[in-house]
Structure formats: C-alpha cells, structure tokens
C-alpha cells in the first residue's frame, strides 16, 4: 500500500448524508465514545434496553468473576427470534418485505416479515415434535435461501444452538463439525444451485452421517430445492414443506437468559482443529441490531444487502439477525456475482434498488477485471443511482479497489466503509461511521463508541501511533465470543494469551496507528491464519489433510498474495515415493488437490503445489517458513540460508510446478 494513496483524504462533507445518518456528527460520535469510557457497563445497559426486547429485564450487566469467561445481562431472559420476528408484527413492519429472494437463474420472490414469522413458526414447531430441545445443537447445510434464515430462526426460538456449515466444506469437513458439536438434527438442501451447477448437499450429509459417531442424529429435514433425486432413511429423513405443512403457525418461543448460546460457528485457528466459536444470545444479538443503525445508518425505507454466505459470521449478523432485529428489508441472493454474467451485482441493485450494499474486497477486486475487460457489465452501464452507502469486508481493501468502489459503484456520492470485525466478534468493530468520519481508502478508521481497542507490543505495551503492533480489545463486550465449544483452555490460551498479561483480547491481525489522525490500518494476521478470497484458512488445517494423504511424507503450507483473492495457498510437498518429474508434476498435483478438496472442501485446495525431495530445515527440524514465503512469492533467495540443514532443496521448491 503506498502511502500516496493512503494519505489520499476523502472529505465526509461531500458525502449528502451529513447530519441525517443515525450518529449525526463526529461531536456525537465522541459523546458516545466518552459515555463508554466514563462508564463501560451502564453504557452497554443502556443501548442493551433499548435495542432488544427483554421477557425478563436484567439486572447484572457484565460478570467478570471468571474472566475471560465474561457474561454479560446473565439474569435477563429473551428470545432472539421473537426480537427478529415477533416484534416486527406489533411495530407496523407486519406486511413490510423482509427478504427479496433472488435465485441462481434469475427468479424473484419476496416474503413479508408476516409470513416469515409463520414459516419460522411451523419449523420450531416440528422440531420440537422431533424432540429437539432447548439446548440441543442443530446443524444446518444449506444453500443461501429463504429457508437458511428460516431454520437459523427456527433454533433460535426452541433455544437450539444452531451450527451452520458452509456448503463449500466437504462431507468429512462436516462430519467433524456434527460430531464436535454433538448435533441432533440436521437442516439441509436436496441440491444447492450457484452459477449454474449443482451440488447434492444431502448425498454429501448422508456420505457424512454414515463416517461414525452421529448416532445422535436423529433427524435430517430437507428443503426440496431442484426436485432431484437424493437417497432417503425413513423415520430420520423428513420434507421440510411436509413438516411445515403439519404444524401450527404460531409457535411459544423458548425464553433463555441472555447467555444462552445462540449459535457455535466453526472457524480456522492456527493448530490443524477447526474451532466452534460460541456465542451468547443477548449480547450478540443487541450488537448485531445496533451495529445495523451505527454502521449503516438503516432506516425504514433501505433495501439492504450483504453478499455473504449464512455460512459465514457476515452472514449469520448481517442477513439472519442484524436486519430482522431492525426490520428491515434485504435481499438474499443464492448465486455467484459472475453468473450469468459479470454483471449480476450491478443488474441485482438496479433491478432492487438497493440502497445499502456490503460485499467483500474479493468480488470488488474481480469485478473490476471484468468490468475492464467488457463495458456491458461494468458499473457504469447500470443505474445505481438508489445505492447510498457502500461496505466492505473480510480482508484488507487496496486503495484502489476501494477507489473504483467508491467512484463506479457509489458515484462518488456514498461513503465506503471498510468495516473490521471477527467471527469472534460478532459484530462491526472498528469502522467508518458514514457521512461521518472523514474516510480514507485502506484504513477502516476508528472504533466503534464501547469498542477498546489499541495496539501492543509482544509484551502487551501500547505502542506508540505509527508504530506496527498487534491488535487488541482491552475491555470486553458483549457480542464476544464466549468459549471454544468443548474448548475452553483453547480459548483461553488462544485469545486471553498470557504473554500479554492475560486481560486484552488478541485478534490474531497485525495493525497501526496515523499519527495525525490515529486511525487504524489492519496489516494482515500475525498467525498462521491465511485469509483466502476472505475466507479463513489455517494453514496447519491445509498441512494436516496433505499428510493424511498416502503419497505424501511431508507438507508445509504458506500463502503469498495475490491481486484477486488476497491471498493464494501455495503447498510443499515432500513425497513418500519419488519428486515426480515431467507430465506426473501436473498429475500428483491434481490429485493431490482433489485430496484437500475431500478433506476440507473445494475452498482450500492450494492453487499451487511445489515438490523437493526434502523439506528444508534448520538444524533442530524447524521447517523454514520465512524462506518458503520467499520462494512461493518467486523472490530470489538472497536471505541467510546458513541455518538450513538442506539448503539444496530450496534450488528445487523454487521451480514452480
Ligand atoms: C479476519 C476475520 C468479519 C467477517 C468476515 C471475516 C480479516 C476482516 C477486515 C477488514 C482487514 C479484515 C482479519 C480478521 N478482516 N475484515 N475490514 N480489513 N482485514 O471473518 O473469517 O472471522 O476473519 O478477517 O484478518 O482477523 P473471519
């Protein structure tokens, strides 16, 4: 990022949202930041009365006797989709569109916030017929639809924490993540359809049911989308629309305390184990609801939309809770931004008039080559003019991507915020605030009023601005995540370290501070965590399937970036045969990236793979990390190698396969 670029100010008074956007100035945004600071928990009381809807009010607000198992409102109680559903019907919002469906081939369909209660209704009630209970997990695997919202709200109102998994994760991916969760039941698709191409979801469940250890599964419910043909077990297979169909549409929602977990959400960590991120009900959900006000300014007449998977965090805060919790209207798109074309985003806000838009650097970045390479599906031959704010999110944005969002897409007019945030975190943490903060292209400015954040040192200084550090929350807050699911030393260890003394939250990502302005850069993760077209992936993860594959003696992973996708994975490989040489290069690689993909899931097949006859080393058996980055990013190997045991190796890992 050069700096040329970055000290490229743009002035929020351009922007015609000043003074109209929920926090109106940055005099009341320092007000909010300064009622935090004055008094942390009273501050978090109050926006927690005002945004949620209480069965029974709290009256602890932040139990930190056991940190860092911190809990927030404990003795409160509520339901998270009675806030998303039920609340709507008695504030007007009854008949309001809640979701604009959109499909793979273009069909549209709409669903008021009325009919979505009742859907979401039915399905708690049959799953409850089903004998799934409050704190019974469920998981889900379906493809983006109505539906996936449906069966999240569905567990949320029995007090079931839901587990959803990505559809882009393989069938031993989710059989590890229905045992480590301990599920009961699973909601899953026939067939998922994106750009075309179907996948059979429930052949992939059943391959993963019949891996062992899911006697506990006693029921799989399944929403016939295309009509093919899948594999059925009678009494633990069920229709989701016969299930709805023989239940009554209204449905008692189960009241829990504020720390009920609402949901576990796998995601990659730097040792080979996914992990289940658990978060609570009342906290997170009263962050996901204000976060929906502060960042993008929703208002009762925006079409909102985010183009993330209900597989991911984005997707779970910003489809599932943020927008029904405020009533809002979305669209939930099931296909892929270049199907049929590369102008499908353009066309969808056209065609939606969609006035807030949220969608990660990656898709920007590729839309941008398509656009270049063909004027009928760049922007400019759209009418975008209903949009008024733009975000981002998942990975850092390059200044000029953010730069060609902001003048293609937004027309110069909206404000891009390039929000920072974590599964862990539930919810927006540090982000421009629109029409608002004085923005500047690759920072994601300043923290949330509430949100204590800085940077340290490996000792848990601050640093001074300007300085490069390790980002921080030194105070907790109440959409964090609770536990590692059946972990807690992990989470503990992993995100309270020692190192730092114990009491600050380590996000994992490198950053740094103006000195003018104190904003924050995120520069990357500090660990072994890859972020691949915004997507998490550990690299350990990566390593661990390589060497479970029977050619294979020796694997290390790294990334190296990449215009597009942000980061690429690159793998070395060590073979238990011969280093292949010749047209076998280009087999073994292709099976060996057909193994991850069985192993983990299309996702994180590595784009690249390099033989040697050795892995280097160090002398103490160290795998040399640092040079390989090197020599996956094609650099000359200028560094040191003297530690190397075999710097012989590196000559042959340096030819690219
Ligand atoms: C990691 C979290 C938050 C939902 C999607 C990803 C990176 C996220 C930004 C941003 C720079 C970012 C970080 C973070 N990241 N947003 N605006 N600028 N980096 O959630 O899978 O939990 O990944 O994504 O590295 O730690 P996730």
Not at 25 to 49: I, K, N, P, T
Not at 471 to 497: A, D, H, Q
Request: charged share 20%; net charge negative; hydrophobic share 40%.
């Amino acid at each position: 990022m050069s700096t040329i670029e970055t000290s490229h100010h743009v002035p929020a008074q351009d922007i015609p949202l000043t003074g109209r956007a929920v926090i109106k100035s940055m005099e009341a945004y320092r007000a909010l930041v300064e009622e935090a600071a004055q008094d942390h928990e009273a501050f978090w009381a109050r926006l927690a009365r005002e945004h949620l809807s209480w069965r029974r009010p709290f009256t602890q607000i932040l139990d930190d006797q056991n940190a860092p198992f911190y809990k927030w409102f404990e003795d409160g109680e509520l339901n998270a989709s009675y806030n998303c559903l039920d609340r709507n019907l008695t504030s007007g919002n009854a008949n309001k569109t809640a979701i604009i469906f959109e499909s793979d081939d273009g069909r549209v369909s709409s669903v008021t916030y009325q009919a979505l209660y009742h859907r979401v209704c039915r399905l708690a009630n049959a799953l409850r017929a089903r004998g799934v209970k409050k704190g019974d997990r469920v998981v889900i695997y379906l493809p983006m639809s109505v539906e996936g919202v449906v069966a999240m709200q569905a567990c949320a109102r029995i007090g079931a924490p839901h587990c959803v998994v990505f559809g882009g994760f393989s069938a031993k991916s989710l059989h590890e993540r229905i045992t480590n969760v301990g599920a009961v039941a699973i909601i899953t698709a026939d067939e998922q359809v994106r750009g075309g191409k179907t996948l059979p979801l429930k052949s992939i469940v059943d391959e993963a049911l019949a891996m062992g250890g899911t006697d506990a599964v006693k029921t799989v419910v399944i929403y016939r989308r295309t009509g093919g043909r899948i594999p059925w077990i009678g009494g633990r297979d069920a229709w989701l629309h016969e299930l709805e169909h023989a239940q009554p549409d209204t449905c008692e929602p189960e009241w829990v305390s504020a720390e009920h977990p609402l949901f576990v959400l796998y995601t990659s960590g730097s040792t080979g184990a996914p992990k289940g991120v658990q978060h609570s009900t009342g906290g997170y959900l009263l962050w996901a609801a204000v976060t929906m006000k502060w960042t993008f300014d929703i208002k009762p007449d925006d079409v909102f939309w985010c183009t993330a998977d209900i597989g991911w965090i984005t997707g779970h805060t910003y489809i599932c809770y943020g927008p029904t919790a405020v009533g809002a209207t979305q669209v939930i798109f099931e296909g892929v931004p270049t199907y049929p074309n590369a102008g499908r985003f353009w066309d969808m806000i056209q065609r939606h008039k969609v006035t807030i838009f949220y969608t990660a650097p990656t898709a920007i970045r590729s839309l941008i080559k398509s656009a270049d390479a063909d004027r009928a599906v760049h922007p400019g031959s759209y009418d975008l003019s209903t949009l008024r704010i733009l975000g981002t999110v998942g990975e850092p944005i390059n200044p000029s991507a953010w730069t060609w969002y902001a003048e293609h897409v937004g027309g110069g007019k909206c404000p891009v915020l390039d929000t920072f945030w974590q599964t862990e975190t539930g919810g927006h943490m540090i982000t421009p605030l629109p029409g608002v903060t004085p923005l500047v292209p690759g920072s994601c400015t300043l923290p949330l009023p509430g949100i204590d954040a800085a940077i340290v040192d490996e000792t848990g200084q601050e640093v001074p601005n300007g300085h490069g550090g390790v980002l921080v929350i030194r105070k907790p807050w109440p959409s964090m995540i609770r536990t590692v699911w059946g972990n807690p030393e992990r989470f503990r260890k992993g995100y309270y370290p020692d190192e730092l003394g114990g009491n600050l939250y380590l996000a994992g990502d490198g950053a740094i501070r103006d000195p003018d302005t104190g904003y924050f850069t995120i520069t990357g993760r500090v660990d072994d965590v890859l972020n691949v077209s915004g997507h998490r992936m550990g690299t350990m993860e990566i390593e661990s399937a390589l060497a479970a594959c029977p050619l294979v003696a020796e694997a290390a992973v790294v990334g190296r970036p990449d215009e597009t996708f942000g980061e690429a994975i690159v793998a070395f490989v060590v073979l238990k045969g011969e280093r292949p040489s010749g047209a076998d290069v280009k087999r073994v690689a292709d099976e060996l990236r057909a193994w991850v993909g069985k192993e983990i899931g299309p996702i994180a097949k590595p784009k690249e793979i390099r033989f040697g006859d050795a892995m280097p080393k160090t002398r103490s058996g160290k795998v040399v990390r640092r040079l390989l980055r090197s020599v996956a990013k094609g650099e000359p190997i200028s560094q040191d190698t003297s530690t190397v045991e075999n710097p012989a190796v590196i000559a042959q890992f340096a030819d690219p396969a």
